[in-house]
């Protein structure tokens, strides 16, 4: 049974890139077959997963767009490993999807067939709640909310629950959080407050894991690696394969 | 001669609030009428500044969308600092504007009167290129560019100077790159390597100035105060109060 996660989170540059793509290598050291797609126009999942602009023919534009296939636009990056490329194109997508018909439907629609070919499909979206990141959330079983443990990023927590309850509201009634995991936690008193303040307001959902501000995993993408391949014994790596560990555990059934 | 400066960049989380926050500050040290806009559905720089919701009567959701006036949504913080409040149904506003005729131009109309009552105008956006981010781009002098000193802030680049070309050609032909800001730099290999792929790409544009990564920074606007006020002599208020006064000296005639 196929698990398609999202990570959203409208605050940047909280981690969401950065936990896509190590969850997607930790699910296939653990001997999962993965499918990430990438949705953020910037392509930061596309090229820290180390695939070369030159490698692409089609992408998330072509396929949300264009109306390819998910499987034209497919790379193979391992036996278990394929990425859905993005590109800067996709930044127009936005508003062109406003002249569709089930505008917020068309990526679940897309990947209906395709998602059975794995065990996980991972979505990176931009940060914003536009139409991308709603196809995603109409798209997905369930989001990974990444939050960064500094003040900035407490605001949007709430916005972003109201655009989850909608989703499941207009179209996605199964959408269930994965979870919250605080990221770049330090320990400073900043940082333990904004971790205590979001456990005190998703007591439920926040994972008791949280991954430690770690040069090591800011370093890893400008080489196209994980963590794991990068730096295996680093705090990241270890807090990742938690992560991971705990995802697989949790089978799905809620 | 008022000088309107935008904060853009698609990338999140490079410090575009906490610059617009910061230099808004610097000025009004400097004895600059500074009016801050937020533009970010987020609402941090409004939190930032010390803005409690329950102030704020109109927004610039009600000035962009209800065609509210800039006056009737300014809230005076002091003598010469007002602040044109965000709100979270400003995330609305990207799909409505796409109905509007002239919907880039909406911003630079509404200003065009209230502005001439300040030194400086400072415009802070969401991390998106799209209608929010466009009429602030119209409406602006230039446009000055956070660049998180890590990898991949450095994707977005092409993309950005992309986009500020097609504002030139489309309707603000005026438009100048006030500069590129490398921020959060560190002693590590990975910060000095992106500080100097920046420098290569972009000589005339990167500010000399880089500010370091500075815990303090991301203390002050949980206090709603800005780097002077909570830390004047951290590394953070040093480095944001020579870019200031690097913006003032630059008099604006290009
Ligand atoms: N735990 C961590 N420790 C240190 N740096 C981190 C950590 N997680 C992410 N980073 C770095 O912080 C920056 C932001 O992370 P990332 O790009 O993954 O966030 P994002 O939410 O995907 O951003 P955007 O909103 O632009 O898509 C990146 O430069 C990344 O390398
Ligand atoms: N020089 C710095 N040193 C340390 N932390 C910083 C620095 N500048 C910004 N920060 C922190 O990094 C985070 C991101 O900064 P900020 O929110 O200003 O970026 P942004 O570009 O406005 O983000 P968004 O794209 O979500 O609008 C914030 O938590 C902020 O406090
Ligand atoms: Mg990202
Ligand atoms: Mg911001």
Redesign the pocket.
Known sequence: MVRVIALAN?????GKTTTALNIAAGLLKNGQKVLLIDLDPQSNATSGAGVDKKEINFDAYDVLISNRSVKSAILKRTDNFDILPSSPELAGAEIELTKKKNRQMILKRKIAQEKENYDFVIIDNP?ALGLLSLNSLMAADSVLIPV?A????LE?LAQLKKTIDLVKEHGNLGLTIEGILMTMTTHTKISRQVVAEVEKHFPEETYSITIPRNVRLTEAPSFGQSIFDFAGFSSGARAYNKLVKEIISKDGTE
Do not use: S
């Open positions: 409208q605050k940047g540059g909280v940060p960064q500094e003040y900035f990023a949007g």
